[in-house]
């Protein structure tokens, strides 16, 4: 995780390198951060933002191991991850701009700061509680062996 939140900063600054080229930048108007209420692109509400958050999460993490479990068919686990992430993103980036990731917030926040670092904290919660609901879930839904070894015997 510091090596993605590390990587986020320096890929925030090298895109406030570029953009802050052209006429008329502001990095105070978001810089693609995160946020909710009057910093959410579509004005939604904190409560909104959060659950957004947590489901785009969940279903992320719930495609990926159901990408990469072991019946999945060979090969397609990045074209399923790949267009998940597409999705998540159309539907989600109206609500709060996308995270589903801290360190993707983390970076462009510590640039424009003020609200955008006050917000930081339901970018990095809600993602947590959405990748170990989705963990759960899957695990619960998937029909994974529970520890059983078929064939073993008893001592």
């Avoid at 600054?13 to 990095?27: E, H, R, T």
Wanted: aromatic content about 10%; overall charge neutral; hydrophobic content about 55%.
């Amino acid at each position: 995780m510091i090596a993605q939140v590390a990587g986020a900063i320096v890929a925030a600054w090298l895109l406030y390198v570029i953009a802050s080229g052209a006429p008329g930048f502001d990095v105070s108007k978001g810089f693609a951060s995160n946020g909710y209420d009057a910093h959410s692109p579509g004005q939604y509400s904190m409560i909104v933002c959060f659950l957004t958050e947590v489901v785009m999460t969940m279903m992320f993490l719930f495609i990926i191991m159901g990408a990469t479990h072991g019946r999945a068919p060979a090969g397609f686990a990045p074209l399923a991850i790949g267009l998940a992430l597409v999705m998540i993103h159309l539907v989600s980036i109206p609500v709060t701009n996308t995270s589903v990731n801290p360190a993707r917030s983390t970076g462009p926040a510590l640039f424009v700061g003020g609200w955008a670092t006050a917000q930081l904290w339901l970018f990095w919660v809600a993602p947590l509680i959405g990748g170990a609901l989705g963990g759960v879930i899957y695990r619960w839904l998937s029909e994974e062996p529970t520890g059983v070894v078929a064939g073993a015997k008893t001592a």
